[in-house]
Nanobody, 126 residues
Framework: QVQLVESGGGLVQAGGSLKLSCTAS????????MGWFRQAPAKEREIVAA????????YHVGSVKGRFTISRDNARNTVYLQMNSLKPEDTAVYYC???????????????????WGQGTQVTVSS
Protein backbone atom coordinates (compact mmCIF):
# COMPACT_ATOMS: atom_id res chain seq x y z
CA GLN A 1 0.00 0.00 0.00
CA VAL A 2 1.06 3.56 -0.73
CA GLN A 3 -0.34 6.62 1.00
CA LEU A 4 -0.17 10.00 -0.73
CA VAL A 5 -0.57 13.32 1.06
CA GLU A 6 -0.81 16.59 -0.86
CA SER A 7 -0.10 20.04 0.52
CA GLY A 8 0.44 23.56 -0.73
CA GLY A 9 -2.98 24.48 -2.06
CA GLY A 10 -4.70 27.74 -1.22
CA LEU A 11 -6.14 30.99 -2.50
CA VAL A 12 -4.06 33.13 -4.83
CA GLN A 13 -4.68 36.03 -7.16
CA ALA A 14 -4.45 35.62 -10.90
CA GLY A 15 -0.84 35.80 -12.00
CA GLY A 16 0.39 34.41 -8.72
CA SER A 17 2.22 31.17 -7.93
CA LEU A 18 1.73 28.10 -5.77
CA LYS A 19 3.83 24.98 -5.26
CA LEU A 20 2.05 21.73 -4.51
CA SER A 21 3.82 18.85 -2.80
CA CYS A 22 2.86 15.20 -2.62
CA THR A 23 4.67 12.95 -0.19
CA ALA A 24 4.40 9.18 -0.41
CA SER A 25 4.62 6.73 2.45
CA UNK A 26 4.22 2.98 2.75
CA UNK A 27 5.62 0.84 -0.06
CA UNK A 28 7.90 3.51 -1.45
CA UNK A 29 10.93 1.29 -1.99
CA UNK A 30 9.76 1.03 -5.58
CA UNK A 31 9.73 4.23 -7.55
CA UNK A 32 6.41 4.80 -9.24
CA UNK A 33 5.42 6.94 -12.18
CA MET A 34 3.32 9.74 -10.74
CA GLY A 35 0.93 12.39 -11.87
CA TRP A 36 -1.06 15.44 -10.90
CA PHE A 37 -4.71 15.62 -11.86
CA ARG A 38 -7.35 18.24 -11.22
CA GLN A 39 -11.10 18.40 -11.09
CA ALA A 40 -13.12 21.59 -11.28
CA PRO A 41 -16.80 21.73 -10.24
CA ALA A 42 -19.06 19.99 -12.75
CA LYS A 43 -16.07 18.95 -14.84
CA GLU A 44 -14.28 15.68 -15.47
CA ARG A 45 -10.99 14.94 -13.76
CA GLU A 46 -8.11 15.78 -16.10
CA ILE A 47 -4.41 15.13 -16.22
CA VAL A 48 -2.27 18.17 -15.47
CA ALA A 49 1.22 16.70 -15.48
CA ALA A 50 3.01 13.38 -15.15
CA UNK A 51 6.54 12.26 -14.42
CA UNK A 52 8.42 9.01 -14.96
CA UNK A 53 9.81 7.01 -12.07
CA UNK A 54 13.29 8.47 -12.58
CA UNK A 55 12.08 11.99 -13.30
CA UNK A 56 13.80 12.02 -16.68
CA UNK A 57 10.55 12.23 -18.65
CA UNK A 58 7.70 14.60 -17.96
CA TYR A 59 4.37 15.50 -19.53
CA HIS A 60 2.33 18.69 -19.15
CA VAL A 61 -1.11 19.19 -20.63
CA GLY A 62 -1.27 21.96 -23.22
CA SER A 63 -3.21 24.41 -21.08
CA VAL A 64 -0.44 24.51 -18.44
CA LYS A 65 2.67 24.20 -20.61
CA GLY A 66 5.12 26.96 -19.87
CA ARG A 67 3.35 27.77 -16.59
CA PHE A 68 3.43 24.55 -14.53
CA THR A 69 6.39 22.26 -13.87
CA ILE A 70 6.31 18.79 -12.37
CA SER A 71 9.38 17.44 -10.60
CA ARG A 72 10.29 14.81 -8.05
CA ASP A 73 12.79 14.16 -5.29
CA ASN A 74 12.99 10.40 -4.86
CA ALA A 75 15.19 10.72 -1.77
CA ARG A 76 12.26 12.53 -0.10
CA ASN A 77 9.54 10.41 -1.76
CA THR A 78 8.00 13.68 -2.90
CA VAL A 79 6.59 15.00 -6.16
CA TYR A 80 6.06 18.70 -6.76
CA LEU A 81 3.94 20.84 -9.02
CA GLN A 82 5.21 24.38 -9.40
CA MET A 83 2.38 26.54 -10.72
CA ASN A 84 3.16 30.01 -12.05
CA SER A 85 1.05 32.62 -13.85
CA LEU A 86 -2.08 31.10 -12.38
CA LYS A 87 -5.42 31.80 -14.04
CA PRO A 88 -8.96 31.61 -12.66
CA GLU A 89 -9.55 28.59 -14.90
CA ASP A 90 -6.87 26.72 -12.93
CA THR A 91 -9.25 26.68 -9.96
CA ALA A 92 -9.86 23.05 -9.01
CA VAL A 93 -9.11 20.32 -6.51
CA TYR A 94 -5.67 18.97 -7.36
CA TYR A 95 -4.91 15.29 -6.81
CA CYS A 96 -1.62 13.47 -6.69
CA UNK A 97 -1.57 9.90 -7.97
CA UNK A 98 0.85 7.00 -8.26
CA UNK A 99 0.74 3.94 -10.48
CA UNK A 100 2.40 0.57 -9.97
CA UNK A 101 2.44 0.08 -13.73
CA UNK A 102 5.87 -1.28 -14.65
CA UNK A 103 7.13 1.30 -17.12
CA UNK A 104 9.95 3.79 -17.54
CA UNK A 105 7.58 6.15 -19.36
CA UNK A 106 5.17 8.77 -18.11
CA UNK A 107 1.60 7.58 -17.55
CA UNK A 108 -1.17 9.98 -18.51
CA UNK A 109 -4.36 7.94 -18.21
CA UNK A 110 -6.17 8.28 -14.89
CA UNK A 111 -7.38 4.69 -15.29
CA UNK A 112 -3.78 3.49 -14.91
CA UNK A 113 -3.34 5.07 -11.49
CA UNK A 114 -4.15 2.96 -8.46
CA UNK A 115 -3.15 5.25 -5.58
CA TRP A 116 -4.64 8.69 -5.03
CA GLY A 117 -4.21 11.46 -2.49
CA GLN A 118 -7.11 13.21 -0.81
CA GLY A 119 -6.77 16.33 -2.92
CA THR A 120 -5.88 19.94 -2.19
CA GLN A 121 -7.97 22.95 -3.22
CA VAL A 122 -6.45 25.61 -5.46
CA THR A 123 -8.52 28.75 -5.94
CA VAL A 124 -7.40 31.54 -8.26
CA SER A 125 -9.24 34.82 -7.95
CA SER A 126 -9.51 37.27 -10.84
Amino acid sequence: QVQLVESGGGLVQAGGSLKLSCTASGRTNSRYPMGWFRQAPAKEREIVAAISRTGVDTYHVGSVKGRFTISRDNARNTVYLQMNSLKPEDTAVYYCAATTRDTELVVTSSHSYNYWGQGTQVTVSS
